[in-house]
């Protein structure tokens, strides 16, 4: 799989709105900022940040119907809000669709809302570059930015505690990879 950035945004942008669109590039630019950083590979990076909310306006049946009869996805996903379905169900789609069949790329698209156990040092720049990029506002996103500049981990632990502390405080579940991935990093 040898997309080039100005191909894979191709690609997805006649699947999002124009503001995701326009996200999707800000997450992009942000992952690359913080791949060469941190040290992930800038190219794969790339790859998945610009493919990382290709299935985010997917059908929600079509979607059921991936989590429902593919193996690889856990059935546990059904229990959860839709929104946490794009991640894991688009990285499949685009295996299928264009041939990705980058195992690390994978995972950094299917992770990217959630977090996960043991995440890589791409999972971890995809997952922060979402919650992080400039057009994201809302409460604590600044701290989050500021503590980017200094320490990757450390940044993942504050995005997915003020995501915990928000789902808590609305009342609404936390998918188990959340609550995983935050224990690992503490």
């Keep these: 799989m040898n997309l080039t950035r100005e191909e894979a945004l191709a690609y997805v942008k006649p699947h999002l709105k124009q503001s995701r669109y326009e996200h999707t590039v800000r997450v992009t630019d942000t992952a690359v900022e913080l791949a060469e950083k941190y040290g992930s590979d800038r190219k794969l990076t790339e790859l998945a940040a610009a493919l ?13 119907r991936w989590i429902a009869e593919d193996r ?25 669709e264009i041939g990705l069949d980058n195992q690390a790329v994978i995972s950094a698209i299917s992770a990217h809302t959630t977090g996960k156990k043991h995440m890589s040092v791409m999972d971890k720049v995809v997952f922060l570059a979402d ?56």
Excluded at 52 to 64: P, R
Excluded at 79 to 96: I, Q, T
Aim: charged fraction near 30%.
């Design 131 to 186: 919650y992080i990029e400039p057009g994201r506002d809302f409460p604590g996103v600044d701290e989050v930015r500021s503590i980017a500049k200094e320490n990757l981990d450390q940044a993942c632990l504050m995005a997915l505690k003020n995501t915990i502390s928000f789902l808590v405080s609305k009342d609404r579940t936390v998918y188990p990879d959340t609550l995983h991935a935050y224990n690992d990093f503490i």
């Design 52 to 64: 990382h909310d290709y299935a985010k306006y997917k059908d929600i049946d079509l979607m059921k």
């Design 72 to 96: 690889r996805l856990p059935k546990d996903l059904l229990d959860y809000h839709h929104e946490l379905w794009h991640g894991p169900v688009g990285a499949l789609m685009l295996e299928r």
